[in-house]
């Protein structure tokens, strides 16, 4: 117990008040309160902050004892295993599997070609094979009544075109085939669009990269296509003395289509160097188009003013700066991109015909470590020879790199993410501006995006088809494999939430995270460890768990295969037989196992499909929204005018420009 003692001899104060307040600073007073040596806040404000730091603490150990509940709940809930309902054994590798929303077909692409397997019987159909030739990529595209399109790429980076019709698989067209092995191209990226109108290549050269799309007359391969089916039933009804050996023979053969259209080759825009134009007039001039952002070509720094900032911003960060970094060239040309086919009806002006149909306008594009996202429109006018060099239509430029994007199902959100770890989700459909802009914790870099189907979307919609309340989920997968669900609402009620934190366990890392479209907010995760798990992110809790038999495995867990049917309430999983390694080294068998798991039983309904049912929106809207709305649609539709009135503004400023350059020469 501490003892104060008063210096000097005890002595009684006078009776006057002269002199106090220096005097209690002068010398310590036993009516001092010893805790104002370490807390100089007055009374009553320092027990106030007592009782409210004495609060904090109080709420934050009843907050660690729930979670600590919480926890060894989770630990005593036993999770449901699912089991397979159905098997279809391949004997070569499997490499991917796909699943049309019809739900009738299963395609498979193995180490010898292509296979389809009907669903849920299980029954080999058909198949295209090939010893040389092993699928490793694989998307289908329902394009009208019973015909697929299939978009593959094998091992050696070529990509094919095929369609499957009464049950029978033919060859389209080898894109990228080589005439000589030492002048091949490797394809990294094969997409189709929703319908099969276009589709899409990234081609990858030994010292260039480029994109390629591609026009796909589906339409006259219809009627091919039906053609040769009447020709063959008509041979088959025949006599055998009438057959006509000719077209039989044909039918029988693969039948040979038109080839697809190439529309344009998008080559990578080039580094930013120094520029040789003496003023600001000769780059505006240089300029073609008038009604679009450039992408920073055309500037006025010289090669020398680049060298000096440079060197002036690499001494002054110095510390800052990696030495990877450092010694980076930042003169190479990306080598990869990400594109996708949208629906930008407020962004881009196309054609008024095709204004409401499913057709996709443009296809989006943005380079590996380029701040532009570009935009192209595919309904162009015809041309002797596709455009070797187009000129994007819409420039978006970004304060950061662009890391990754993504496109909802329904083509009316894009979302961009950036390497400064913020992400943008816009609507490219209704209105044309974003719904949200979210930064996340820092330290954390973005490694995926995916939108999660919501069962409100787009309800109750507007007259003129734009949904009352839009609502978009989308799911942030990090690098640091920690994932986050960010949910927006036109800047109303944007949140974010994380899913799962990064562990440091390796085998408890995610390796691949799906949404299930016949599940509403319900995710696919897939672990390093070979776990399987349905997680629903309203309570962020796992509802159950996929198993496969004791004597088998998830096959590769880190890329693992699978497969959803959304039609079928179900999922496919490739396992394989439990063996060890000296069974591998004697014994290499490539023979695997597809398991299909049934996603429409009772448990994972009452979870999703009852518990998750939307509220109905409200059938009335505040005065000011409609308002909104309508100031907002008569902007819009002035948007012709307007462009017109900046490329007539355009011409005048080259105009302008290319008079004074005349008139300067003049000068001189």
């Known amino acids: 117990m501490p003892v104060y003692i008063r210096k000097g001899p005890l002595e009684i104060p006078p009776g006057s008040e002269r002199d106090w307040a220096t005097e209690e600073q002068n010398e310590d007073s036993f009516i001092k309160d010893p805790d104002q040596a370490l807390d100089l806040l007055p009374q009553p404000f320092r027990m106030i902050d007592k009782v409210v730091n004495h609060l904090i603490y109080q709420a934050l150990e009843i907050i660690s004892i729930n979670e600590h509940k919480r926890e060894q709940d989770k630990l005593k809930r036993k999770t449901e295993v699912f089991t397979p309902i159905a098997e279809i054994q ?27 397997y009907s669903f849920p019987d299980c029954h080999w159909i058909c198949g295209w094979e090939d010893t040389k030739i092993e699928i490793c990529s694989l998307s289908i595209c329902h394009v009208k009544n019973q015909l697929y399109m299939l978009a593959t790429v094998d091992d050696m980076g070529i990509a094919r075109l095929l369609y499957f019709s009464e049950d029978r698989l033919n060859l389209l067209k080898v894109i ?23 589709a899409g290549i990234l081609l990858e050269g030994s010292e260039e990269c480029w994109l390629e799309v591609y026009r796909l007359p589906k339409d006259s391969w219809l009627k091919e296509v039906e053609h040769a089916q009447t020709v063959l039933l008509s041979s088959i009804s025949l006599p055998a003395t009438q057959t006509a050996p000719s077209e039989t023979l044909q039918t029988e053969a693969e039948i040979k289509l038109a080839p697809p259209v190439l529309l344009m080759k998008i080559k990578p825009p080039n580094p930013v160097t120094g520029s040789t134009f003496k003023c600001a007039q000769e780059a505006v001039q240089k300029y073609e188009h008038n009604t679009v952002f450039g992408i920073g070509q055309n500037h006025i720094i010289s090669g020398n003013q680049w060298e000096e900032q440079e060197a002036i911003f690499t001494n002054s960060f110095q510390k800052y700066l990696s030495f990877e970094n450092a010694n980076t060239s930042k003169s190479e040309p990306a080598r990869h991109a990400e594109f996708h086919f949208i629906q930008p009806e407020r962004i881009l002006q196309a054609d008024t015909e095709s204004n409401h149909t499913a057709i996709p306008k443009a296809i989006s594009v943005h380079w590996r470590g380029n701040h532009n996202l570009l935009m192209y ?30 496109i909802s199902s329904c083509f009316s959100y894009l979302a961009v993410s950036l390497a400064d770890g913020t992400f943008t989700i816009w609507d490219i459909k209704y209105s044309g501006f974003p719904l ?51 949910t927006a609402s036109g800047g109303k009620e944007t949140s974010l939430a994380i899913l799962r934190e990064s562990s440091g366990n390796s085998d408890e890392h995610i390796s691949t995270v799906a949404p299930v479209p016949c599940l509403p907010n319900a995710v696919l995760l897939f672990f390093r460890n070979g776990l399987v798990e349905l997680m629903d992110v309203l309570t962020q809790e796992t509802v159950c768990q996929f198993g496969l038999p004791l004597n088998h495995q998830l096959s590769y867990p880190w890329q693992p295969v699978y497969a959803l049917d959304p039609k079928q309430y179900c999922l496919f999983l490739k396992g394989q037989e439990k063996v060890t390694v000296s069974d591998i080294l004697a014994n290499r068998n490539e023979a695997c196992s597809l398991f299909a798991f049934n996603l429409n039983c009772a448990p994972l309904v009452d979870a999703f499909i009852k518990k998750h049912q939307s509220v109905a929106p409200a059938k009335h809207i505040i005065q000011w929204d409609k308002n909104h709305l309508q100031l907002f649609q008569r902007r819009l539709q002035t948007y012709p005018e307007r462009s017109k009135h900046i490329s007539e503004t355009w011409d005048f400023l080259r105009k302008q420009a290319s008079s004074l350059i005349q008139q300067d020469k003049r000068i001189r």
Not at 180 to 188: A, E, G, M, P, Y
Request: with cysteine.
């Open 176 to 198: 990228n085939e080589p005439e000589d092995v030492s002048k091949r191209t490797i394809c990294v990226t094969l997409k189709v669009s929703a319908g099969g109108d276009y």
């Open 377 to 406: 429109l595919l309904v162009r006018p015809p041309k002797d020879k596709p455009d070797a060099d187009p000129k994007p239509d819409t420039v978006w430029p970004c304060a950061a790199a662009i890391t990754c994007s993504a």
């Open 436 to 486: 949200a802009v979210v930064a996340l914790p820092e330290e954390r870099s973005i490694g995926g995006l995916q939108f999660l189907d919501y069962p409100a979307v787009n309800a109750d919609p507007l007259p003129n088809g734009i949904p009352a309340t839009p609502r978009v989920k989308l799911l942030v997968w990090c690098t640091d494999n920690s994932l986050y669900l960010a």
């Open 90 to 116: 391949v004997t070569k590798r499997v490499n991917c599997l796909a699943a049309m929303e019809s739900g009738t077909y299963l395609f498979v692409g193995h180490s010898e070609g292509l296979a389809v």
